[in-house]
């Protein structure tokens, strides 16, 4: 592949992620999670509307540990550690803390992102 295709074929598929949610993971542990809405030269995003998810303190994961090792004892089901969250809005993230990026898809996009592909496939839709 040539060097224009490849540019090409990236920013088809950056123009793909444009208004889609997005989950960005960075090299400190935090989630953030919001709606793609730009990038630059610098691997920098642009996420709105966007959610940040921190890993539970030290001290809650002891407490977490002491009640699984009490309900392990009991028989009882497992234990769930929440991530504390904040609503933070419009976020620049620096492309050199991304440690993964991952694409937030429900089945229901799935669903009605397959018929309008069908759609311009065939070039009108049945009715």
């Given at each position: 592949m040539d060097k224009i295709a490849?540019?090409?074929?990236?920013?088809?598929?950056?123009?793909s992620l444009l208004n889609r949610n997005l989950r960005v993971y960075t090299t400190d542990g935090r989630l953030f999670v919001g709606t793609f809405k730009c990038t630059d030269?610098?691997?920098n995003i642009v996420l709105s509307l966007t959610y940040e998810y921190r890993?539970?303190?030290?001290?809650k994961l002891a407490e977490l540990a002491e009640a699984v090792a009490a309900s392990a004892e009991s028989g009882k089901g497992t234990?769930?550690?929440?991530m504390p969250s904040r609503y933070l809005g419009l976020v620049v993230i620096p492309g050199p803390h991304?440690?993964?990026m991952e694409v937030e898809e429900f089945a229901s996009q799935v669903k009605s992102r397959s018929i309008f592909e069908r759609r311009d496939l065939y070039g009108s839709t049945a009715r």
């Amino acid at each position: 592949m040539d060097k224009i295709a490849a540019k090409a074929e990236a920013e088809g598929f950056l123009k793909s992620l444009l208004n889609r949610n997005l989950r960005v993971y960075t090299t400190d542990g935090r989630l953030f999670v919001g709606t793609f809405k730009c990038t630059d030269t610098h691997s920098n995003i642009v996420l709105s509307l966007t959610y940040e998810y921190r890993q539970p303190s030290q001290q809650k994961l002891a407490e977490l540990a002491e009640a699984v090792a009490a309900s392990a004892e009991s028989g009882k089901g497992t234990v769930a550690a929440d991530m504390p969250s904040r609503y933070l809005g419009l976020v620049v993230i620096p492309g050199p803390h991304i440690v993964k990026m991952e694409v937030e898809e429900f089945a229901s996009q799935v669903k009605s992102r397959s018929i309008f592909e069908r759609r311009d496939l065939y070039g009108s839709t049945a009715r």
